[in-house]
């Protein structure tokens, strides 16, 4: 099955960039586009909205007319479209289900302090089960200029990241970029040692040798799956989500990985992606794993 690119739209200027993007990436890697425009009937006392029907006609129209602008630049992509009436956040997670990636605006809070990510986008990356990608109003395409790297998280085992680092080889592959695979560690509280884990550090050289290998075996099947695919291996001792943000400073695109199960509080973003997605410069993929 071939999964579209989703993007959600409302007319606003963050949703209308996140088309613009979802556009150029569908194209890229020659897929189909698909907008989905999720709309809740409202009753107001103070100004008449109009009945269901005419509200129903006015998500129509800002859809259309987002689309049309998106064709005009973009004439050979298959484009369709989708207006739900329903809550928005349950809507486009439901989009989110059968699409390669769904994009979503975010309002920008500037250059330097990223993104204002609001709840219905919360909701969605915590819940869906594809992957999430929020761009900021504003978002141009010189940000995708060359040179310019997709910079991706990588912790634990090579089966931790998979799904992590396929989205990122993908996207790297679509545009001729390198992938900046980065490992952030620290020295772990004396508790944490055992026989097992120090015979493991003795083998390895020590910490950072051993986080070496680490992202180099977690990296080796995407290496032989994309050859032509330039990587950056990046180890470096600190706190992940500061280590991250720090190598994404010139990135295109950031991709963040968070653990798709349920806790007894609900589903959660992460620590790491929470950080990412707040104080990155540019479009954050998040892409959920097991």
């Not at 007319?65 to 479209?81: C, E, K, Y």
């Not at 085992?157 to 998979?162: I, N, V």
Request: glycine share 12%; charged share 20%.
């Amino acid at each position: 099955m071939t999964r579209p690119i989703t993007a959600g739209v409302d007319g606003s200027r963050e949703s209308l960039a996140a088309l613009a993007w979802a556009g150029r990436e569908a194209e890229r890697r020659g897929l189909p586009l698909r907008v989905v425009n999720a709309w809740r009937f409202e009753v107001y006392d103070a100004f008449d909205l109009g009945g269901r029907d005419a509200q129903r006609q006015q998500a129509r129209e800002v859809t259309d007319g987002a689309v049309a602008g998106l064709t005009g630049r973009h004439p050979g992509l298959t484009v369709t479209t989708e207006i739900v009436e329903g809550d928005a956040a349950d809507a486009l997670t439901a989009a989110a289900a059968d699409a390669e990636a769904l994009v979503l605006g975010s309002r920008g809070q500037g250059a330097l302090v990223g993104f204002l990510v609001g709840s219905v986008g919360q909701q969605v990356i915590a819940e869906a089960a594809r992957p999430v990608v929020l761009v900021r109003a504003g978002d141009e395409p010189a940000a995708e200029a060359a040179g310019r790297e997709v910079v991706v998280g990588q912790h634990g085992t090579a089966d931790d990241s998979a799904e992590t680092l396929r989205f990122a080889f993908e996207a790297a592959a679509a545009r001729g970029a390198t992938v900046r695979a980065v490992r952030a560690w620290t020295l772990p509280p004396v508790f944490a040692y055992s026989p097992g884990s120090l015979k493991l550090l003795d083998e390895a050289g020590g910490m950072e040798p051993y986080e070496k290998k680490g992202l180099a075996e977690a990296l080796r099947p995407w290496r032989e799956r994309f050859p032509d695919v330039p990587v950056v291996e990046h180890v470096e001792m600190g706190s992940a989500g500061q280590v991250l943000l720090a190598a994404a400073a010139h990135a295109q695109l950031v991709v963040v990985g968070r653990r798709a199960r349920r806790t007894a509080v609900g589903a959660r973003i992460g620590s790491v992606a929470h950080g990412v997605l707040h104080h990155a410069g540019c479009p954050v993929a998040v892409v959920p794993h097991e």
